[in-house]
């Protein structure tokens, strides 16, 4: 089955600097690569998300870039806020389109004001 | 439109015991997947439900199971309860090849 490793498991960065996180996956037949933004005691949520046919894609101060060829994905956030800290988890799937995600192990970003 | 919504949000049980989670998806999804999430593990994979079909199944043994209702609502049961079993139960839904929209989540807790 398909397998997310991701990295740093935690990540502090000074607020207004840029964060990156990364993620690698097996299976190369994933085809959908979202990222979800879990607040402490709060549900995870969306926050982008990539299909394989495209390699980059921004929304406003985040972007999310996937490398096909080497199976990684990464997220940049940039222009970090106060608001931006939480738990952040990559996901990959190739089931049905996106109904089974397989999740990485979650990064813990602390923004320091 | 109303978010996903689970009951209980928090449940208390002991070990042997056994439990209904209950998950009411966004209206017009008729995707449903479960997820159990902890510490050790983070978020993984239970099973997801489609039409009153269980479509994808994650590496959990027999004592998690499942279902699906024609309204789209589903519910998952775990038997025999054990300890490490306590866990937040997130359930998710989307319409066909969409994002997912998680729910609150479930915690249970197994003394």
């Known amino acids: 089955g398909e397998n997310v490793e991701q990295h740093p498991s935690t990540l502090s960065v000074q607020e207004g600097d840029s964060a990156v996180i990364k993620c690698t996956y097996s299976?190369?037949?994933?085809?959908?690569f979202p990222w979800y933004k879990q607040e402490l005691g709060k549900r995870p949520q969306l926050i982008i998300d990539?299909?394989?046919?495209?390699g980059e894609k921004k929304d406003q101060r985040i972007a999310v870039t996937l490398n096909k060829t080497a199976k990684h994905f990464s997220l940049h956030i940039t222009e970090t806020q106060p608001e931006d800290s939480a738990v952040y988890f990559c996901?990959?799937?190739?089931?049905?389109?996106?109904?089974?995600?397989?999740f990485g192990t979650g990064t813990r970003l602390t923004i320091i004001p | 439109k109303a978010g996903v919504t689970q009951t209980p949000r928090y449940l208390i049980k002991t070990r042997g015991q056994q439990v209904t989670l209950s998950c009411s998806p966004i209206?017009?999804?008729?995707?449903v997947s479960w997820y159990q999430q902890t510490p050790g593990q983070g978020l993984q994979f239970l099973f997801e439900?489609?039409?009153?079909?269980?479509?994808n199944k994650g590496n959990f043994p027999g004592r998690f199971s499942g279902r699906q209702f024609s309204n789209s609502r589903s519910e998952m049961n775990v038997s025999t309860l054990e300890l490490g079993d306590s866990a937040l139960y997130l359930c998710?839904?989307?319409?066909?090849?969409?994002?997912?929209?998680f729910g609150p989540g479930t915690r249970l807790t197994v003394l």
């Open positions: 998710a839904s989307s319409p066909p090849a969409d994002e997912q929209f």
């Open positions: 299976d190369s037949a994933s085809n959908y």
């Open positions: 990539i299909r394989s046919n495209v």
């Open positions: 996901a990959a799937s190739s089931d049905f389109g996106n109904e089974k995600l397989t």
């Open positions: 209206s017009g999804h008729r995707s």
């Open positions: 439900y489609f039409s009153e079909t269980q479509r």
